[in-house]
C-alpha cells in the first residue's frame, strides 16, 4: 500500500513524541510536548520547528497532527531531528515526494536500498 507524504500546514497543532535522555527526562519515559509548527528561519525556512522542551535522545520520535489521544490516532507531520543550543525547540525535516519514495521503498525492500539523491 503506496504512501504519499506531504507537509502540514505552518502555524497547524502537533503532538512531539520521543525518549529524551538529558535534564529531568532520564530518557526512559515517553514524553510529549503539543504546539503549533513554525518554519524554521535559522535553516532557510527548510524545516520545521516546534516549542518544545524535550532535550536529545528524543531524536526520531514523530510530530503528530490531528492526535487523538483516546485512540492513539494522528497523521505524522515530521520528525524530531535537531535543535539549537539555549532554545527551547525542536527541529524536523518538512516531508516530500522523496520521504513518500523512500517510505514505499521500505516496504518492499528486501535489503539495503538507495532511493533517491540529496538535494
Not at 500546514?9 to 512531539?16: D, E, G, I, P, R
Request: glycine letters at 16%; hydrophobic letters at 30%; proline letters at 4%.
Amino acid at each position: 500500500m503506496a504512501k504519499t507524504f506531504t507537509a502540514p500546514a505552518v502555524n497547524s497543532q502537533t503532538f512531539n513524541f520521543g525518549y529524551p535522555a538529558a535534564g529531568q527526562y532520564h530518557g526512559y519515559d515517553l514524553i510529549f510536548c503539543s504546539d503549533q509548527i513554525f518554519n524554521d528561519s535559522l535553516n532557510r525556512n527548510l524545516t520545521f520547528g516546534v516549542d518544545c522542551d524535550m532535550t536529545g535522545g528524543s531524536s526520531g520520535g514523530p510530530w503528530l497532527g490531528g492526535f487523538n489521544a483516546t485512540t492513539g490516532a494522528g497523521t505524522v507531520d515530521s520528525v524530531n531531528s535537531y535543535g539549537y543550543s539555549g532554545q527551547k525547540k525542536e527541529y524536523g525535516p518538512k516531508f516530500n515526494g522523496n520521504t513518500s519514495d523512500t517510505f514505499n521503498a521500505a516496504l518492499t525492500a528486501g535489503g539495503n536500498t538507495l532511493v533517491g539523491t540529496a538535494p
